[in-house]
Antibody, heavy 122, light 106 residues
Framework: QVTMKESGPVLVKPTETLTLTCTVSGFSLSNPKLGVSWIRQPPGKALEWLAHIFSNDEKSYSSSLKSRLTISKDTSNSQAVLTMTKLGPVDTATYYC??????????????WGQGTLVIVSS | SYELTQPPSVSVSPGQTTSITCSGDPLGDKYACWYQQKPGQSPVLVIYQDTRRPSEIPERFSGSKSGTTATLTISGTQAMDEADYYCQAWDSNTGVFGTGTKVSVL
C-alpha cells in the first residue's frame, strides 16, 4: 500500500524559510519510473504545482517560484524535501506531496498525501 | 509559463451528463489528467493520458481531447460527484493545473 505523508511547521513568520518533508511508504524513491511532486493550495483557491524530483535526481520547478524553491530526496529514508525561502502571507496554503509517473509528455499523480497546512503570519 | 483555462462552475441534475473543458496550448501535443477534489480532501486522479481511467474510478467518468482542449465528461451524474475538478498538464518538465471547475449536482 502506497502512502505519502507531509510534515513541517504549521506557523512560519514572514521572510523565514519553510522546510517540508514527504515521507513515503509502499515504494522506493529509487524506482526509475517514479518521482515526487509538491503542490500547494491556498484556502479556497486552485491547486498550484510547485516542483518535481525524478528518480535520477533530476529536478524541475515552477517558473514563477523557481528562485525560491529547492527540492531534494533521501532515498534511504524514503523522504522528499521541499524548501521555500522568503515566505510571505501569500504562501499560506495546504501543501501536498504526490507520487508521479512523469515523462516528457505526461505526469499523472495517482497518490497524494493528506496535505499539511502552512500559515505565514507574524 | 502557460495556463489551462476551465469554466468556474457547472450545474447538473442527478442522472444527467455534464462536461468540463480545459483549454491550453500544451494540450496540443501533451496528455491531460483530471482530478476530483471534495471539500477537506486531497485530490483524486480520475483520468490520465487524456482518456484512461484508473481501475478504481467509476465508468461514468470519461475523458477526451480535441486540439488544445481536453474534456472530462460525467455520465449519469450522482450526488457524490459534486466536487471541484482540475485538469493538469506537463510541458518541458513543468507541471500546471487548470483554474478548476466546481460541479454542483442540483
Amino acid at each position: 500500500q502506497v502512502t505519502m505523508k507531509e510534515s513541517g511547521p504549521v506557523l512560519v513568520k514572514p521572510t523565514e524559510t519553510l522546510t517540508l518533508t514527504c515521507t513515503v511508504s509502499g515504494f522506493s524513491l529509487s524506482n526509475p519510473k517514479l518521482g515526487v511532486s509538491w503542490i500547494r493550495q491556498p484556502p479556497g483557491k486552485a491547486l498550484e504545482w510547485l516542483a518535481h524530483i525524478f528518480s535520477n535526481d533530476e529536478k524541475s520547478y515552477s517558473s514563477s517560484l523557481k528562485s525560491r524553491l529547492t527540492i531534494s530526496k533521501d532515498t534511504s529514508n524514503s523522504q522528499a524535501v521541499l524548501t521555500m525561502t522568503k515566505l510571505g502571507p501569500v504562501d499560506t496554503a495546504t501543501y501536498y506531496c504526490a507520487r508521479g509517473y512523469c515523462n516528457n509528455i505526461s505526469c499523472p499523480l495517482p497518490h497524494w498525501g493528506q496535505g499539511t497546512l502552512v500559515i505565514v503570519s507574524s | 509559463s502557460y495556463e489551462l483555462t476551465q469554466p468556474p462552475s457547472v450545474s447538473v441534475s442527478p442522472g444527467q451528463t455534464t462536461s468540463i473543458t480545459c483549454s491550453g496550448d500544451p494540450l496540443g501535443d501533451k496528455y491531460a489528467c483530471w482530478y476530483q477534489q471534495k471539500p477537506g480532501q486531497s485530490p483524486v486522479l480520475v483520468i490520465y493520458q487524456d482518456t484512461r481511467r484508473p481501475s478504481e474510478i467509476p465508468e461514468r467518468f470519461s475523458g477526451s481531447k480535441s486540439g488544445t482542449t481536453a474534456t472530462l465528461t460525467i455520465s449519469g451524474t450522482q450526488a457524490m460527484d459534486e466536487a471541484d475538478y482540475y485538469c493538469q498538464a506537463w510541458d518541458s518538465n513543468t507541471g500546471v493545473f487548470g483554474t478548476g471547475t466546481k460541479v454542483s449536482v442540483l
